[in-house]
């Protein structure tokens, strides 16, 4: 009798340390997904922010022979990296 709770306990306790281990791994895939969350809120503000300067700048690039202005050239880069 003795025997079997104590062979009760201890699958008890391994079920606890593997929960715990469980507990530890959801914990860095969180952490994983908020360093890529934050990473992608950066390269968004940074695109923002570079067509900002361009609208404010007047800058022009011709493109496939036709001038435009390279905040155009910008959101449209933007668009089309965050499609994929």
Same mark, same amino acid.
């Given at each position: 009798m003795? +025997?079997?709770?104590?062979i !009760?306990?201890?699958?008890?306790?391994?079920n606890? !340390?593997?929960?715990k281990k469980?507990?530890?791994v $959801? $914990?860095?895939?969180? +952490?994983?997904e908020?360093k @890529?969350?934050?990473?992608?809120? /950066?390269? @968004?503000s940074?695109?923002i %922010?570079?067509?900002?300067? =361009?609208?404010k %700048?007047q800058?022009?690039a011709?493109?496939?022979?036709y001038?435009?202005h =390279?905040?155009?050239? /910008?959101?449209?880069?933007y668009?089309? !990296? =965050?499609?994929?």
């Open positions: 003795s +025997d079997e709770k104590d !009760e306990l201890e699958y008890l306790k391994l606890v !340390e593997v929960w469980i507990v530890d $959801q $914990q860095h895939f969180n +952490d994983l908020m @890529v969350r934050n990473f992608g809120l /950066l390269i @968004v940074a695109f %922010s570079a067509i900002g300067v =361009s609208l %700048s800058y022009e011709e493109v496939v022979g001038n435009r =390279s905040a155009a050239n /910008l959101g449209i880069n668009l089309i !990296e =965050s499609t994929e």
